[in-house]
């Protein structure tokens, strides 16, 4: 296996053709921060090609991490508990997280969730781009609001384009989910 070099940027390693599998694919490359030492891989969007409605979550989990899909681990699972409560079948969405690697500190035998920092989410922002920038191309009814340079603003502005949620994990631990979920069907 080859080795790879770090990337100074995500936006480096960005194929020109923007299809999913294509990114998907030069993404599991990506050095662009240290995240991807402590990870076991990259963790990438996956869902319907031509989803209308997309979910951006923060960074995959410890599941998340070990099978290398998006939204499978604990929170993930009430996740699919709220979209089935307000009727949302989530074979139609496309799901992805903000930070490609899980991000963790050792207790004892297992892994915890760490915040990304600054750094960490601004490498990753060309990933998510990237994906957003294939999706309104791919889907005319799929709406996007480009935001400002600020990566946390950013995903705050694609928020209230009607079509994309940002849900926090600590928000389906709290339940208010559903009623985020019910306003997103509404919408449609």
Known sequence: MPTRKR??????LVPEQLSL???KDAAADCR???LW????????????????????GEQPGNEE?????????????????ALDEAGIDRKQTYVTNVVKHFKWEPRG???IHKKPN???ISACRPWLEAEFTRKTKSNRGF????????????????KGTRKIYRINASALHHGYCSSVLNSARTRR
């Open 109 to 111: 035998k297992r892994r």
């Open 7 to 12: 990337a100074s940027s995500a936006a480096d």
């Open 21 to 23: 599998p294509l990114l």
């Open 118 to 120: 600054a750094q960490e």
């Open 65 to 81: 991490d070990l099978t290398g899909k998006p939204f499978v681990g604990p929170a993930g699972r009430l996740f699919d508990k």
């Open 32 to 34: 662009a921060c240290d």
């Open 143 to 158: 709406r996007s609001n480009r935001g400002s340079s600020s990566s946390r603003s950013a995903i705050q502005s694609y």
């Open 37 to 56: 030492k402590k990870g076991t891989q990259t963790v990438f969007g996956a869902g319907r090609a031509r989803a209308r409605v997309m979910f951006v």
